[in-house]
T-cell receptor, first 117, second 112 residues
Framework: DAGVIQSPRHEVTEMGQEVTLRCKPI?????LFWYRQTMMRGLELLIY????????DSGMPEDRFSAKMPNASFSTLKIQPSEPRDSAVYFC???????????????FGPGTRLTVL | SQKIEQNSEALNIQEGKTATLTCNYT??????LQWYRQDPGRGPVFLLL?????KEKRKERLKVTFDTTLKQSLFHITASQPADSATYLC???????????FGKGTMLLVSP
């Protein structure tokens, strides 16, 4: 398996533009997580899905952020409109299960570095 | 409030020495704890897991301890090598929850 795939790897956009980040989880994994990482706040969970259903989006900072998982092999995180404070590295991760120490190891993608000017 | 603390200052050690990284937490009752390694420009990679009823876990040159009384986990790398230089993050999982909460990580620099 190629692991978790994210695109694009880098995104530079101007304030007010829409940004869409993409993720392909590891095949067979039931859980998908979106994180944001900054120096100040570290790695923060934004939202996670179980079997394509959003379970907890309490980490999504504002209504400008939305996430979807239309099928088991694809998820998007959208920011509309983007702001400079959204600049960060966004990671997608997947795991076989959740809450089970034997099988909930999270596998992270390479991340998308977003810069909003 | 719940808090996970890792030393924000980088740890500099010489090759061959043992590196010890600390993860402290407050207002948590973790069911288990995981340690991840993150290299620059890459996502975190899982290293080790330790359950609340385990005191110590080992994997090759890595050792993790978990003291639920002190609310602390220690992560050791013995015979450290320059290739061990990275940021190490601890992550806590609570019983009944499907998510992990990560510390901010500690950067380890091993010099030849």
């Amino acid at each position: 398996d190629a692991g978790v795939i994210q695109s694009p790897r880098h995104e530079v956009t101007e304030m007010g533009q829409e940004v869409t980040l993409r993720c392909k989880p590891i095949s067979g994994h039931d859980y998908l997580f979106w994180y944001r990482q900054t120096m100040m706040r570290g790695l923060e969970l934004l939202i996670y899905f179980n079997n394509n259903v959003p379970i907890d989006d309490s980490g999504m900072p504002e209504d400008r952020f939305s996430a979807k998982m239309p099928n088991a092999s694809f998820s998007t995180l959208k920011i509309q409109p983007s702001e400079p404070r959204d600049s960060a590295v966004y990671f997608c991760a997947s795991s076989l299960t959740g809450g089970n120490p034997s099988t909930d190891t999270q596998y992270f993608g390479p991340g998308t570095r977003l810069t909003v000017l | 409030s719940q808090k996970i603390e890792q030393n924000s200052e980088a740890l500099n050690i010489q090759e061959g020495k043992t590196a010890t990284l600390t993860c402290n937490y407050t207002n948590y009752s973790p069911a288990y704890l995981q340690w991840y390694r993150q290299d620059p420009g890459r996502g975190p990679v899982f290293l080790l897991l330790i359950r609340e009823n385990e005191k110590e876990k080992r994997k090759e040159r890595l050792k993790v301890t978990f003291d639920t009384t002190l609310k602390q986990s220690l992560f050791h790398i013995t015979a450290s090598q320059p290739a061990d230089s990275a940021t190490y993050l601890c992550a806590l999982a609570r019983s009944g929850y499907s998510t992990l909460t990560f510390g901010k990580g500690t950067m380890l620099l091993v010099s030849p």
